[in-house]
């Protein structure tokens, strides 16, 4: 049995549901689907399993909800994976995109002794490297608030806050683009209906999809004057 109790796909569910929920708020089956990666049919099967199980609840016409034995665990598989992304990007200098992948793969082999001394170690981090929250009990918060790139207007001037993806390749493009934690942008152009963003930042423009540019919290910031 793993630390927490269930299966690897299980905590995979529950982490996903907490994300995009925002902890309380439910989540289509599709949506769930998108972001593991996997068919709507296999999402609703295994979300379905998890209702009757009762780690989620469902809701008609609005999708799946944790429940408080769901929430607890996925806050813990949560707070796992951000301690070790800090440990492996702080300590052991991985860039972030390698550091979430096998933080993933830490996160479901990690008893709570050793997971408390490794929080303990780091100094208890607010933050994981993408700049969201490391929560330590049901109550916290797993998700910084507050707006994305995707919600700006051309010409906006934002700052980079924090990634709302566990995607580790395009963590790694961010990065790799010159959008890293703290970087400041300018959005340049928004494409038909929304779909595409251009934004401007110190290593050049980069072009992004809107799903992505929806990941990606940044707060409005003062131009410097020239």
Known sequence: MRPGGF??????????????????GPVAAAAAAERLGVSPVAANEMLRRLTAEGLVAH???????LTGQGRAAAWDVIRRQRLWERF???RLELAPGDA???????????VPQVLDALDAFLGFPPTCPEGQPIPRSPGDPVRRPGPSI?????????RVDAFDDTDAEVLAYLHSAGLP??????????????????????????????????????????????
């Not at 905590?11 to 549901?17: D, G, V």
């Not at 979430?100 to 990690?110: K, N, P």
């Open 7 to 24: 299966s690897e796909a299980v905590e995979m569910y529950l982490k996903t549901l907490a994300v995009l929920g925002g902890g309380d």
């Open 150 to 158: 995707a919600d700006s207007e051309p010409g906006a001037s934002l």
């Open 88 to 90: 492996l990007v702080d």
């Open 59 to 65: 809701e008609q016409r609005r999708g799946f909800r």
């Open 181 to 226: 934690i703290g970087a400041v942008v300018q959005v340049t152009a928004v494409g038909p209906r929304r779909s595409v963003f251009s934004v401007e930042g110190p290593s050049g423009v980069v072009v992004l999809a809107r799903e992505v540019a929806a990941t990606i919290q940044a707060t409005p910031v003062t131009p410097p004057t020239a």
């Open 100 to 110: 979430m992948s096998w933080a993933c793969l830490l996160e479901h082999a990690t």
